[in-house]
């Protein structure tokens, strides 16, 4: 089909296979919602969000360093983000209509049950801030983080797991995602030629696959809610129980801590948590797992960077490859973000103009 200018409409996203889908009416609101944000901001937003998760993870492991209880320190950053998103569901009924549709749309058949479990990888990557962190630097950490992503954002686009659909890997986009692996190996090179535990890294690295797969079941929830604040209550919400059962099970072995810490900051992971959750579950539909993984790879390195020079928990300081990969993911994502045009929109303006062109000026109305 055609528009009245020639050319013909653009194709939708290819569906997942086996990968239930929302309603139409939801799932064009929020195509078209998504839409209105141009990428360049969308991917700006998406590099702050990444800024928040690795102000986060030196939250969240200096809290366990003070607890000396990885458990506890991961069930209070889930815990004290789900009350806020409780309290905020309770005062605004749009939140409460999107938390009925999402129950609704996993009735039907039309969202699949395992879909609403993106908090299970969420509580996951939080354990593991708590656990390897503080012993092995936010940047350090935080690359582990990047390539676990960079992978699964790879894989997810292009199976379509997404909200939007299966994302063919352009040669762009299979660039990007090489230069950032590329980018993440030299950021460590450094720090790996020391003691490094290499062990705990693959707990970061595990977390980060895991990451790029909640990003996408939470854009799916996000969609068939209409709503960002139903997807990152549920997120919340699994991710808690995940985490109050490890946190049972770890002080029934070894106890509680015998003393909390009185700096309230150290009690700011949820809060951090609300907001890039709510914002990655938005995002994901406009610029695809891989891009979003991207850009939070660039601003997790960025403030990791920054966290790193100025406050440092390592005896390993900061050198110039962590530098330069840290340059190097930013130009990665500017290079995933490249967007082709279809070939056959090339070819169909290419028609219209010689058309145009013909004597008489004849253009088709078909």
Known sequence: MSTSSGRPDPAPAAPSPGVPDGPDHVHHHAHAESSRVPMQVAIALTIVSGGLVALQSRINGELARELADFSVAAAISFGSGLAILALLAAAWPEGRRGLRRALDAVRAGRVAWWMLLGGVAGAWFVATQGLAAGVLGVALFTVSIVAGQTLGGVVFDAVGLGPGGRRPLS????????????????????????????????????????????????????????????????????????????????????????????????????????????????????????????????????????????????????????IGGTVLALVAVALASIRRRPARHVAAEAAGASTADAPGGVTSGR
């Open 171 to 322: 040669p762009t986009r299979i660039a990007g995602a090489a230069l950032a692996l590329v980018a993440v190996g030299w950021a460590v090179s450094a720090q790996l030629a020391e003691a490094v535990p290499l062990q705990l890294m693959l707990l970061p690295f595990s977390a980060g696959i895991g990451v790029s797969w909640q990003q996408a079941m939470n854009g799916r929830v996000r969609t068939a809610a209409a709503s960002a604040l139903a997807a990152t209550f549920v997120n919340f919400l699994v991710g808690t129980a995940v985490l109050v059962v490890v946190m049972l099970a770890h002080a029934a072995s070894v106890g509680w801590p015998t003393a909390f810490p009185a700096d309230p900051l150290l009690y700011a992971g949820g809060a951090i948590g609300c907001v890039f959750i709510a914002a990655q579950a938005v995002l994901v539909r406009r610029v695809g797992v891989l891009v979003l993984a991207l850009g939070l790879v660039a601003g997790q390195l960025a403030t990791a960077l920054a966290l790193d020079l100025l406050a440092p928990t390592s005896a390993r300081p900061v050198g110039f490859a962590t």
